[in-house]
C-alpha cells in the first residue's frame, strides 16, 4: 500500500487505484477526503472528526462510506442512508478493498476530571494499525503502528514503552501538530534510540511505499 501523511492525526492509504482515509480533523488540509473511497473515523474530537471535511468527502464521492463509531455515526448516518456503519472491538470489515479490524474501547485519560469517550483503532490489512487516541495493543502483530507522538494526554515514556508492547517493525509519528519544531530532535532521539522499532516520520503531504 501507498501511505501518505496528512497533518496531524490524518492518513491516506492507496492499494489498486483506491483509496481509504483515516481521521480527516479539524487540523488536517481541507482536501483531505478528496477522491476517498472510504473513510474510517476513531472518535469523535475535532481534531480526528470534522464533520464539515468528512461531509465534503462523502458528497464528492457518491460510492464512499464511512466506517466509525456511533457517536459520530449520529451526527451523519440520516444524510447518508446505507453509507455509513457502526463498528466497535472486534468488527472486522472490507473498505475500499483493505480488510479492517476494529481494536480497543476508549479514549486515553486526558485527566481523572474529564470523562472517556470512545475511540476505536483500526489495523489495515493486517499489518498497519492506527490507534486513533489511546495506547491500545491489538492481539495481532504490527508491521508498522502509526504512532501518537504528542498529546495532553501523553508522555514520552509511555509513547516509547507503547512501542515496545505492540512491538512493531516500523513506526511513522501521527499526531503530531501541536509539536514545535524545536522538539522534533528530541521525541527523534529517544524514539530511534529506545522504542527498539525503525522510527520515521514524515513531513504532511509525504509518502511511503508499505
Same mark, same amino acid.
Request: aromatic share 6%; hydrophobic share 40%; proline share 7%.
Given at each position: 500500500? =501507498? #501511505? @501518505?501523511?496528512? @497533518?496531524?492525526?490524518? /492518513? =491516506?492509504?492507496?492499494?489498486?487505484?483506491r483509496t481509504l482515509v483515516i481521521d480527516p480533523g479539524a487540523f488536517t488540509e481541507e482536501n483531505a477526503t478528496d477522491g476517498?473511497?472510504?473513510? &474510517?473515523i476513531t472518535h469523535e474530537h475535532p481534531d480526528h472528526f470534522d464533520e464539515g471535511r468528512l461531509r465534503a468527502g462523502l458528497d464528492a464521492r457518491p460510492g464512499a462510506?464511512? $466506517? @466509525? &463509531?456511533r457517536s459520530v455515526a449520529e451526527?451523519? %448516518?440520516a444524510a447518508y442512508p446505507g453509507r455509513v456503519h457502526t463498528v466497535g472491538e472486534g468488527d472486522t470489515f472490507s473498505?475500499?478493498? #483493505?480488510? /479492517? =479490524? /476494529?481494536?480497543?474501547?476508549?479514549h486515553a485519560v486526558i485527566h481523572p476530571d474529564l470523562p472517556r469517550v470512545t475511540n476505536v483503532g483500526y489495523l489495515v490489512?493486517?499489518? &498497519? #494499525?492506527? *490507534?486513533?487516541?489511546a495506547l491500545t495493543v491489538p492481539g495481532h502483530p504490527v508491521e508498522t503502528l502509526l504512532l501518537p507522538?504528542?498529546? *495532553? $494526554? %501523553?508522555?514520552?515514556?509511555?509513547?516509547?514503552?507503547?512501542v515496545r508492547e505492540v512491538? *512493531?517493525? =516500523? @513506526?511513522?509519528?501521527?499526531h503530531d501538530a501541536l509539536l514545535t519544531e524545536l522538539a522534533r530532535p528530541v521525541y527523534d532521539t529517544h524514539l530511534g534510540n529506545l522504542s527498539g522499532a525503525e522510527h520515521h516520520r514524515l513531513a504532511p503531504g509525504g509518502s511511503a511505499d508499505l
Amino acid at each position: 500500500m =501507498r #501511505f @501518505t501523511k496528512k @497533518t496531524h492525526a490524518c /492518513v =491516506r492509504l492507496e492499494k489498486d487505484g483506491r483509496t481509504l482515509v483515516i481521521d480527516p480533523g479539524a487540523f488536517t488540509e481541507e482536501n483531505a477526503t478528496d477522491g476517498a473511497d472510504a473513510i &474510517l473515523i476513531t472518535h469523535e474530537h475535532p481534531d480526528h472528526f470534522d464533520e464539515g471535511r468528512l461531509r465534503a468527502g462523502l458528497d464528492a464521492r457518491p460510492g464512499a462510506e464511512l $466506517w @466509525t &463509531l456511533r457517536s459520530v455515526a449520529e451526527r451523519v %448516518s440520516a444524510a447518508y442512508p446505507g453509507r455509513v456503519h457502526t463498528v466497535g472491538e472486534g468488527d472486522t470489515f472490507s473498505a475500499a478493498g #483493505f480488510d /479492517v =479490524r /476494529v481494536y480497543g474501547q476508549l479514549h486515553a485519560v486526558i485527566h481523572p476530571d474529564l470523562p472517556r469517550v470512545t475511540n476505536v483503532g483500526y489495523l489495515v490489512d493486517g499489518s &498497519l #494499525f492506527h *490507534p486513533g487516541d489511546a495506547l491500545t495493543v491489538p492481539g495481532h502483530p504490527v508491521e508498522t503502528l502509526l504512532l501518537p507522538l504528542q498529546a *495532553p $494526554w %501523553s508522555k514520552i515514556s509511555e509513547v516509547i514503552e507503547y512501542v515496545r508492547e505492540v512491538k *512493531p517493525v =516500523r @513506526t511513522y509519528d501521527v499526531h503530531d501538530a501541536l509539536l514545535t519544531e524545536l522538539a522534533r530532535p528530541v521525541y527523534d532521539t529517544h524514539l530511534g534510540n529506545l522504542s527498539g522499532a525503525e522510527h520515521h516520520r514524515l513531513a504532511p503531504g509525504g509518502s511511503a511505499d508499505l
